[in-house]
Structure formats: structure tokens, C-alpha cells
């Protein structure tokens, strides 16, 4: 399995194109099964999970067209609605094709997702708002066996907890439901809202785009649509925090600012100067890393996809951070490894206390999650002496081009093939 090298100790300068989001670019494919007409999705990210998904929806019978940076995916024909364990366990996302296929073809055979490194990862969301819009669930041997054979009808859907996947999985299905459905408590992240956007260019007809309550009025068919995907925020801000960790000075190009609003102002209260401007966001290190406390949060709040890489740059604060994530049960997994390379970080249960030191020393670590891994990556870039990050097939998940957009700027970076 392929290795990451670095060498740490140089401020990154320069600037960074910032790829299509991971987590919009996988509900936008699966909204592809809603129409028997193309939809093409640009601004598309190179990434191992756009592959993972894409031959999920080949085996349901999508014709799969890719392109530069751009793919093309027709839903005419759908022999086979059944989302098998070897693809699914890769990637919880595929749990997004249920809502779809349900919604268009009346019944669906999906694996359950399983768990992951972060948590269990239910999807009782999911099935209770899709029974409640009438459809018959039952799970047998590791499958979720879905069927509308009627369709689907509106409901008054109200989520007890905020679910991007469920809020996401539900909008689809609405969208093609009998009569209207209203989703309480709906999801707000960017990537909900990016999905909205193309539902309705495909001829959906949903009100409150971006805010809690979702209203959806169903229509009997869809059409295609060309969307442009919107700039991946967790992408930007595991780079902001590269810039702020190494003391550098970095442009995030096409980074949405109002997408990272809760990181900018935790940015600003450790010290780095964060601008926002049309082109994206800077942010540039000021040689001082004051420690700011943090709680992950629903969108807009600080973001659960950040938190592993804050903890890396609070590592090296002059002061400490309490660290609370109130999302997942168990994404701390990135602390030890740390811990490895010198971090003081203290866990009790969901909040971890982590005092910052003089400096971290560059290690052999494990990556285990998406994000741990690239919390991995900034503790590298700032560590004296060298850094292997093993195992990271997780960062390839989520980054396109890190190395080369990384060492473009200045890092001393490369990939290492082969290796345990
Ligand atoms: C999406 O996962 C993202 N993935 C995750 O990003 C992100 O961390 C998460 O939203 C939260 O923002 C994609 O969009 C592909 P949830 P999702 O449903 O939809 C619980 C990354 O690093 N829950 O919002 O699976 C769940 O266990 C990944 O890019 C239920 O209890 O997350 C969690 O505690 C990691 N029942 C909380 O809700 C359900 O039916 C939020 O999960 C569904 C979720």
C-alpha cells in the first residue's frame, strides 16, 4: 500500500485550486437514477470514491460516460436494483442510491453500509422517513429489502437528529414522490444545498434551499440537468489550516467563504489573518498559534470533517485547546498517533483536551479514517525530521492531488509506493 514522505519545518506559500466537493460530487451522482435523461456533473474531483460509486451505478445498468474533469451518466435502462456488501462496505455513501431507486423504480435490494473507523454510522434515519412516505422495509442477511411497488407518497418527515445522508436520501426520494413532503430538521451543509440546486434544474420542485425545513412538491418525472459541483470545503480548510500551522501564506482558489465561516473565525482567534475575496480565501500564519476551543457542530457550525485536523494545529499552539466533538462516537482515532509524534492530548469521552507543545517530531504513523489521515499530513508538514504516513489509501479517498498541490507551495512531500 502506497506511503506518504515528509519532511517538515517549510512555511507554505502560494496558491491552491480548490477540487469539486467529495461529499456533493456522491449525492449528485446517485440523483442520477431519478431520470432516464443524461445528467452531467462538472468540477468533478479525481477521487477514489467517485470510482467506488461509479461502479456501483454501472452494475445497476447507468451508461457511464466520463470526461475531462466531467462525467456524463444515463439511467434508461435499470435491470438490476440491487446495491451489493463488496461495494457498499467500501463506501457508506452508496446507502445514497436507496431513496432513488425506490423512488423511480418502487423497490430497492441495498446492503446495509456497516460500520466504519468514526462510528457505527446508522441509517434507522433513512428507513423510518422512507416508510413514513410509504414505503415496506425489512432487513434480511445484511440487506435493507425496500418496496413502494405504488410509489412513493409525500410525508411530514421530522429527523430527531440532524442527518446529512438521511436529509439527502429523502430529498431524492420526494422529489419524485405522490403529493408534497416536508422535512423538519433537515440537514444544511452546503453539499444538502448543492444537491437541491440540481434536483430543481432537473425540474424538481423543492422550497428552502439552506435552511432546516425542506418542502418538496413531487413531480412525475425528471429530467437531465448539467451541474457544476460546488468547491469542496473541507478540502479548503484542511489547506487553511496547513497555511496557519506552517506559518505560511496560502490563496485557497475558489474556496466559498460562506462555506467556511465557523473555521475563519477559529482561525482569526488563533492568530492567523483569514481574507476573503472573490477569487477564494488567504490565510497567512503569524507566527503565533494562540489555542481556541471548539465544539463540531451541524452545518454552520465547525465542521466534524475539520476537527482531526484542528487537533493537529492546536498541537502545536502556544496555549491548549478543548477539543468537543458531539457528531461521531469515536473520531478521535487520529489522537494517538499524534500522541506519537509528540502531541499532548488528553481524551474524556467526546472531548479531548490537548496542550500545545514546543514542537512535534516527524514519525512512522498509521492513517485510519479519511480525515485523521490528512490531520496526519499537517502534523507532518510542521514536525521536525520525517514523516511516513502508511495506509493512505483513506487520504485518497477525499484529496485529490495533495502531494502535488502541497509540495507546489513548498512542502517537502512525495508518495512512496508500496510499503505495509
Ligand atoms: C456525511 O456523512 C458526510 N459524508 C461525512 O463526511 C460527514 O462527517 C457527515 O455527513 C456529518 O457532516 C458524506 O456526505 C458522503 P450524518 P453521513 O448522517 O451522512 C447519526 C468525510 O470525512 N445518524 O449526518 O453518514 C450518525 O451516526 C465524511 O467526508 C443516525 O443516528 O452523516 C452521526 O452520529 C465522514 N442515524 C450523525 O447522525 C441515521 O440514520 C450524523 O451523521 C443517520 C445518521
Redesign the pocket.
Known amino acids: 500500500m502506497d506511503r506518504i514522505r515528509i519532511v517538515g519545518g517549510r512555511p507554505l506559500k502560494g496558491s491552491i485550486p480548490i477540487s469539486g466537493a467529495?461529499?456533493a460530487a456522491?449525492p449528485l451522482m446517485a440523483a442520477c437514477l431519478l431520470t432516464d435523461k443524461p445528467l452531467t456533473l462538472t468540477n468533478l474531483p479525481a477521487l477514489a470514491d467517485i470510482k467506488t460509486l461509479t461502479s456501483l451505478l454501472e452494475q445497476h445498468g447507468v451508461k457511464v460516460t466520463p470526461g475531462d474533469r466531467q462525467i456524463t451518466m444515463e439511467a434508461k435502462e435499470i435491470p438490476n436494483t440491487v446495491a451489493p456488501y463488496d461495494i457498499v462496505r467500501r463506501m457508506?455513501?452508496s446507502v445514497l442510491v436507496l431513496g432513488p431507486l425506490l423512488a423511480r423504480f418502487g423497490n430497492a435490494v441495498v446492503s446495509m453500509p456497516g460500520g466504519c473507523a468514526?462510528?457505527?454510522?446508522?441509517?434507522?434515519?433513512?428507513l423510518g422517513a422512507l416508510e413514513k412516505m410509504g414505503a415496506k422495509i425489512h432487513i434480511g442477511r445484511g440487506y435493507i429489502h425496500a418496496e413502494a411497488p405504488k410509489g412513493l407518497k409525500g410525508a411530514n418527515v421530522r429527523f430527531d437528529?440532524?442527518?446529512?445522508?438521511?436529509t439527502e436520501n429523502v430529498l431524492m426520494a420526494a422529489a419524485l414522490a405522490k403529493g408534497e413532503t416536508v422535512i423538519d430538521n433537515a440537514?444544511r451543509?452546503p453539499?444538502v444545498t448543492d444537491l437541491a440546486k440540481c434536483l430543481v434544474a432537473m425540474g424538481a420542485k423543492i422550497e428552502g434551499m439552506g435552511t432546516e425545513k425542506l418542502v418538496v412538491k413531487g413531480v412525475p418525472r425528471l429530467e437531465g440537468a448539467t451541474h457544476k459541483i460546488v468547491a469542496d470545503r473541507?478540502e479548503a480548510g484542511t489547506y487553511a489550516m496547513a497555511a496557519a500551522i506552517t506559518h505560511g501564506d496560502l490563496t485557497l482558489e475558489g474556496a466559498e467563504a460562506e462555506h467556511l465561516a465557523a473555521l475563519s473565525e477559529v482561525l482569526r482567534k488563533t492568530g492567523a489573518k483569514v481574507e476573503e475575496s472573490k477569487a477564494g480565501i488567504r490565510i497567512a500564519g503569524n507566527g503565533a498559534i494562540a489555542g481556541a476551543d471548539v465544539i463540531t457542530e451541524p452545518f454552520p457550525g465547525f465542521?466534524?470533517?475539520l476537527q482531526a485536523q484542528y487537533m493537529a494545529l492546536m498541537a502545536v499552539s502556544d496555549g491548549a485547546a478543548m477539543i468537543t466533538e458531539t457528531?461521531?462516537e469515536n473520531r478521535y482515532m487520529h489522537a494517538p498517533e499524534l500522541s506519537r509524534m509528540g502531541a499532548n492530548i488528553t481524551i474524556h469521552g467526546s472531548s479531548a483536551l490537548v496542550r500545545g507543545v514546543e514542537k512535534l517530531f516527524g514519525a512512522e504513523v498509521m492513517a485510519t479514517d479519511?480525515?485523521a489521515s490528512s490531520s496526519l499530513v499537517l502534523a507532518g508538514l510542521v514536525a521536525e525530521g520525517e514523516t511516513i504516513i502508511n495506509r493512505i489509501y483513506h487520504l485518497d479517498r477525499?484529496y485529490e492531488n495533495l502531494e502535488k498541490k502541497l509540495s507546489d507551495c513548498g512542502a517537502e512531500i512525495e508518495r512512496l509506493p508500496g510499503g505495509r
Open positions: 467529495k461529499n456522491l457508506r455513501a468514526i462510528g457505527t454510522r446508522p441509517i434507522d434515519l433513512h437528529k440532524v442527518s446529512v445522508g438521511a440537514a451543509e453539499e473541507i465542521p466534524t470533517d457528531i461521531f479519511l480525515r477525499g
